[in-house]
């Protein structure tokens, strides 16, 4: 099996947090997997983060619109590559 498509991840898991969570899925893989983070936490240096790791960042609540137009911007991205 290969790579997933994508990793959608929530930011506050048990034992670690989402970001940490898709670089390990990312490491694990070899690939750089497009990723989407959900969380309610709005903090700047989240958003900081999440771009310098090129993860999407979505807020609770989430729409579920908002989710699809991203995956379908994503998917489109990775077809063009």
């Known amino acids: 099996h290969g790579p ?3 990793i959608i991840a929530d930011y506050h898991l048990d034992r670690t947090d989402g970001l940490a969570g898709i670089a390990m899925l990312r490491g694990h893989f070899g690939a750089r997997i497009p990723a989407i983070l959900i969380t309610a936490d709005r ?3 989240l ?4 771009v310098a790791e090129e993860v999407d960042l979505l807020h609770k609540p989430l729409k579920p619109a908002a ?3 991203l995956l379908t911007r994503k ?3 990775a077809a063009a590559e």
């Not at 958003?47 to 999440?50: D, E, F, I, L, T």
């Open 4 to 6: 997933p498509h994508f």
């Open 43 to 45: 903090d700047r240096s």
């Open 67 to 69: 989710l699809r137009a």
């Open 75 to 77: 998917a489109a991205l």
């Open 47 to 50: 958003r900081q983060k999440a």
